[in-house]
């Protein structure tokens, strides 16, 4: 017969086996009847055949401590709300929500908890809209300016927003040179702005306006992807919501669908076909395409001039 060494099993000496048995009855305690149960930490043991676990419920946090980063405080990413002393709680996308330098009471996960916690929304600002919790704003000044000289550049009217989600003034033309114009079209964009907890799921941020006449060759700026202009379209931004499939994406300066995966409103007015799109597709994006593309004012290409039509 093999020696221990030669199977490769080395076996503890005789006497050490009995020990470790009575140390292991001695931790565990006398055996229970088949089929009992106890329930430590979380864990459930059957001591009959079976032998079952189960996690402990997950802990549902609503509220945590803010964090001094050296003068800023910060707020854990899945609590964004900041709850004051002054009783108010602020949302990411409020637009006076204070300075990171202000420290807040408290952090919650949404209004909802703020509110149990006894603290209130913050009121908007002066000439605010709030639609499924975002702010929208006039934009710029310069906004304006922008649209102008597309308007001039192209020879016709373009789509200038009157209301963006807060910041209003983080809206970008999107040509190569800087300027809103790209293969004979108009294109400005809002990309990345601040949304309340649950606002899309798997999507981005996104705002995009576009015009471009009907007979040009490169339609992109008026389509979804992958599809023909339709031959009528509604002479003003109405209620009727396209979900463009996704495609190609738009890349600012080099081309692509810049409504590809967008919830889309379109329109045509003297041969012009006017599109408003924001990225996913539910009430919510409903909600606020509706709002900006009935905000539009089309500029004809007067610096300073906000006379032009507005769709509402």
């Known amino acids: 017969m093999a020696s221990d060494w030669e199977t490769g099993q080395r076996r503890p000496p005789a006497w050490r086996v009995p020990l470790l048995v009575l140390v292991a009855l001695a931790v565990a305690g006398p055996p229970a009847a088949p089929g009992a149960a106890r329930a430590r930490g979380g864990m459930t043991v059957t001591t009959g055949e079976q032998v079952l676990a189960a996690e402990p419920p997950a802990l549902d946090v609503v509220g945590g401590e803010p964090t001094d980063a050296g003068g800023r405080w910060l707020c854990p990413q899945d609590l964004p709300v900041r709850a004051y002393g002054d009783g108010l709680a602020y949302p990411g996308q409020h637009p006076q929500r204070p300075a990171s330098t202000v420290e807040p009471a408290t952090c919650y996960r949404d209004i909802d908890a703020a509110e149990a916690g006894g603290y209130a929304l913050a009121p908007p600002p002066p000439d605010t809209a709030v639609v499924y919790g975002l702010y929208l704003q006039e934009p710029p ?11 001039r550049t192209l020879g016709f009217a373009v789509p200038c927003p009157g209301q963006l989600p807060h910041p209003a003034e983080g809206a970008s033309c999107a040509g190569s040179d800087g300027s809103c114009v790209w293969a004979n079209g108009f294109v400005i964009e809002l990309r990345d702005f601040p949304v309340p907890v649950g606002w899309c799921d798997d999507c981005d941020a996104r705002v995009t306006i576009t015009a471009v006449r009907r007979d040009v ?96």
Do not use: K, M
């Open 217 to 312: 060759p490169h339609a992109a700026f008026a389509t979804c992807a992958g599809e023909d202009l339709p031959a009528r379209l509604p002479s003003r931004p109405g209620r009727r919501f396209e979900s463009c499939p996704t495609g190609p994406p738009w890349i600012p300066g080099n081309g692509g669908y810049p409504h590809e995966g967008n919830t889309l409103v379109r329109w045509a007015r003297d041969g012009v076909v006017y599109g408003v799109s924001v990225e996913g597709d539910g009430p919510a994006q409903y909600a606020l395409v509706s709002r900006v593309a009935n905000s539009i004012l089309l500029v004809a290409g007067v610096d300073g001039d906000r006379s032009g039509a507005r769709d509402d």
């Open 141 to 151: 000044e310069s906004t304006l300016r922008d649209c102008a000289q597309a308007a």
